[in-house]
């Protein structure tokens, strides 16, 4: 298969009828991540992209696959009002929600371990008792965030296929070759009643077939696979630990990435160039001390491996009361941060840490920003947000193993990148190099890209 090759998907298939095809594939360069979301949105309203069964390849430090707590579900319905509710932790979700996306595959890189490898299948819907987007996956990364709820509580359900794979950087002493070169990475899991027929079927595929300046919330983590199916999920959680170590080479990563393109009509490659080297910027606010305190505030009591429905229930309820309090407490103390009203929070159970932590704020600055700090808190629950300043070495490294898959991949309809260097996830001192380098890639596998720097408001062909 080739890079050259036909868009990804059966578009020629589609409920919809053919797509249109671009010119020359568009490259769309934003600086906060949710950004990209309105040129997919655009797509699919000129027919360049099919309006459902969308496949979404996501490069990323971070999942970014969680949803706005409390935005109703119907928001998702005016894309205006959408737009406005997103930041770069939650913008994927409610596209699959509104019925756009449903694969997803995101590649991470060696320091990203937020959601375990393989295979996730689970539901999102609207809850009918709050009406807010729910999901049904029991993974530690959506239950941290009080997003779960049972299948039964859902309506306008849509099914969620989420593939974890890790790619690592192609070792110096590699050289590119034609046929042959292994670029280790961790395999995709797949079912095991699944793997002898996606092998071959795999294995016969061809390209035709496949027709701002603060930091935000950059969250969470987790170690479950989640599935509808609780008898499924175990045998889904025991087979993924027994390939966990395991590394192929490249060439098997592209058949099961493709196995995933062939269920939907097209695809979109998203690439967030802190996939490349990240910064974790809250570590760089506050002391070691203060993050630790923090982590003590915002710690995530995990629900056993077996919890029953509800078992999971009760961690939900926990956790969204923790976190209710823990906003209203910074809420006051934007207010008035005296003695009285901090000891009146540490009172609580689970906040004496906050006593320390305001008493280390306040020693180096009169007004800290407790919303900030809250925002701080929000992503160090059980697993730090991941921090690797990459070398030199190790980003050429993870370009050439990205150049390698793409290669072998076929064509996406178009292609997202986002900078994320305002809010100093990709270090700002790195972020020209890494976006030069990714286009160069991009350039060399598909030919003329259409680029658009909407970051500098000025768009270029190369």
């Not at 579900?73 to 406005?84: C, G, H, I, M, P």
């Not at 320091?111 to 996956?137: A, M, P, Y």
């Not at 590699?174 to 292994?182: C, M, S």
């Not at 190099?433 to 658009?452: A, F, N, P, R, T």
């Amino acid at each position: 298969m080739s890079g050259g090759g036909p868009a990804g998907g059966r578009g020629a298939h589609s409920p919809g009828g053919c797509l249109r095809a671009y010119p020359a594939l568009p490259v769309w360069v934003v600086e906060d991540h949710q950004d990209v979301l309105p040129f997919i949105y655009r797509a699919i309203g000129s027919k360049h992209l099919p309006a459902s069964n969308i496949s979404f390849v996501h490069l990323d430090s971070h999942p970014d696959l969680l949803i706005p707590v409390n935005m109703p579900a119907d928001t998702v319905f005016d894309k205006e009002a959408l737009f406005s509710e997103l930041s770069i932790e939650n913008w994927i979700m409610p596209a699959v929600y509104a019925g756009h996306i449903s694969q997803v595959v995101w590649l991470h890189p060696p320091w990203s371990q937020q959601i375990s490898e393989g295979r996730h299948n689970f539901l999102i819907g609207k809850d009918i008792s709050t009406t807010t987007i729910r999901v049904t996956g029991t993974d530690h990364y959506f239950l941290s965030d009080g997003l779960y709820v049972p299948a039964d509580q859902l309506e306008n359900q849509k099914p969620l296929n989420l593939h974890v794979i890790l790619i690592n950087p192609t070792e110096a002493s590699n050289t590119q070759e034609e046929g042959g070169q292994v670029v280790s990475a961790k395999r995709l899991k797949l079912n095991t009643d699944d793997t002898a027929s996606t092998t071959s079927a795999s294995s016969s595929v061809a390209p035709g077939d496949l027709a701002h300046s603060t930091p935000s919330q950059k969250r969470k983590e987790g170690q479950n696979a989640s599935t509808p199916n609780k008898a499924e999920m175990l045998s889904e959680s025991s087979a993924s630990s027994s390939l966990r170590n395991s590394e192929c080479p490249i060439k098997e990563v592209v058949e099961e990435i493709c196995q995933v393109l062939q269920k939907g009509d097209a695809y979109v490659l998203d690439i967030d160039l802190d996939f490349f080297s990240v910064k974790n910027p809250f570590k760089e606010m506050y002391t070691q001390t203060e993050y630790e305190l923090l982590q003590e505030l915002y710690n995530f009591k995990k629900p056993h491996s077996n919890a029953t429905e509800e078992s999971l229930l009760d961690c939900v309820e926990n956790r969204v009361h923790q976190l209710e309090d823990l906003e209203a407490a910074f809420a006051d103390l934007c207010e008035n941060d005296d003695e009285e009203t901090l000891q009146k929070w540490a009172s609580y159970p689970g906040m004496k840490p906050l006593v320390p932590l305001v008493h280390s704020l306040k020693t180096k600055m009169d007004s800290p920003d407790y919303e900030m700090v809250h925002q701080a808190g929000l992503t160090c629950d059980y697993m730090e947000l991941p921090h690797h300043v990459s070398t030199e070495e190790e980003i050429e490294g993870l370009i050439q193993s990205i150049k390698v898959l793409l290669k072998d991949l076929p064509k996406p309809t178009l292609v997202t990148v986002a900078r994320s260097s305002l809010d100093d996830y990709c270090p700002s001192e790195q972020v020209d190099i890494i976006q030069e380098k990714v286009l160069g890639v991009l350039g060399s596998v598909y030919g003329m890209l259409d680029v658009h720097l909407d970051y500098a408001s000025t768009s270029s062909s190369l």
